[in-house]
């Protein structure tokens, strides 16, 4: 059983960087689609970017091209958003999620295994 935990959020000023991880255990993320999610207080869950079971380059929202960078490290077992010139809007609970259907298509799709999520804060 894929398990997942999230961490390096924490209370940032706008402009600043962090670098969020995705930590998997219980089995290789070699095969498996990784996504990256927040939800902001009072608002749905958005999809932030992800990659597909097969390797291809990340995709991203239009909102966070430019700015969000997400990458894996297969020995680490590790998934990372590297997050740049934060920035209020930005501010909530970040999820990563993982599935083993999405070869091809990664966005827009369903995941079966999610972590519990870390605290973005971005405040002046």
């Known amino acids: 059983q894929l398990q997942l935990v999230e961490s390096g959020g924490a209370l940032v000023q706008p402009g600043e960087s962090l670098r969020l991880s995705c930590a998997a255990s219980?089995?290789?993320?070699?095969?498996?689609?990784i996504g990256w999610f927040r939800q902001a207080p009072g608002k749905e869950r958005e999809e932030i970017s992800c990659?597909?079971?097969?390797?291809?380059?990340?995709d991203y929202v239009d909102s966070v091209k430019g700015r969000f960078t997400m990458s894996r490290d297969n020995a680490k077992n590790t998934v990372y958003l590297q997050i740049d010139n934060l920035q209020p809007e930005d501010t909530a609970v970040y999820y990563c999620?993982?599935?083993?259907?999405?070869?091809?298509?990664?966005?827009?799709?369903?995941?079966?295994?999610w972590g519990r999520g870390t605290q973005v804060t971005v405040s002046s």
């Open positions: 990659i597909n079971a097969k390797g291809d380059d990340p």
């Open positions: 219980g089995s290789t993320l070699d095969y498996y689609a």
């Open positions: 999620a993982a599935d083993t259907s999405l070869y091809y298509l990664c966005s827009g799709q369903m995941y079966e295994y």
